[in-house]
């Protein structure tokens, strides 16, 4: 099983909006909704931010929205703030109780 | 304090073997299932493994056969158990707990390091 695909880095502004993509095949993103968006920042653990492809934990700022469309999920940071730079992981079930995580983006805010 | 902490990981040669732990805290640890995830160094994310609340055991190809995940409920604790390592094992391993609706990691500990070098 190959990883998801995932840009490897995007850079934003303060204020600024940037997408961040997600691609799988149709036995993974394109078959399920069960996809799901983690922010990591070094040394610490994992966030969950975005859910079921587009809903959000309790606490978890509005400004993270996530959609998807066919075999590829996105998740939106909208309002860009210097603690948003981290990692972003977006993982998906891929059917018989496995699981696949995307290489990762790294976000840079300038 | 809802929480997972993770603890095992140290240097070890290649063909050995390595226990890894996670405790749970603040949650009814029974009824969750639970998972590992690996990060190598510089690289993104695995998922490793995964037990459900009746004991069934998932494994990714990378590790099926040499890995075994296990649970003590009494004990609120599980654990990966790790034998014939390889040089590509070494990665920070993450314990994690599958949210009730089983669509997302909603817990997560903070990573525990394994080296596997000779």
Known sequence: ????????????????????????TSSDVGGYTYVSWYQLHPGSAPKLIIYDVHKRPSGVSNRFSG???????????????????????CCSYAGSSLWMFGGGTELTVL | ????????????????????????????????????????????????????????????????GRFT??????KDSFF???NSL??????????ARMSNWLDSFDLWGQGTTVTVSS
């Open chain 1, 1 to 24: 099983q190959s990883a998801l695909t995932q840009p490897a880095s995007v850079s934003g502004s303060p204020g600024q909006s940037i997408t961040i993509s997600c691609t799988g």
């Open chain 2, 69 to 74: 995940i296990s649970r003590e409920n009494a």
């Open chain 1, 67 to 89: 959609s998807k469309l066919g075999n590829t999920a996105s998740l939106t940071i909208s309002g860009l703030q210097a603690e948003d730079e981290a990692e972003y992981y």
């Open chain 2, 1 to 64: 304090e809802v929480q997972l902490v993770d603890s095992g990981g140290s240097l070890i040669q290649p063909g050995g073997s390595l226990r890894l732990s996670c405790a749970a805290s603040g949650f009814t640890f029974s009824t969750y299932d639970m998972h590992w995830v690996r990060q190598p160094t510089g690289k993104g994310l695995e998922w490793v493994s995964g037990i459900d609340t009746a004991g069934d055991t998932y494994y990714s190809g990378s590790v099926k």
């Open chain 2, 86 to 95: 390889r040089a590509e094992d070494t990665a920070v391993y993450f314990c």
């Open chain 2, 80 to 82: 990966l158990q790790m």
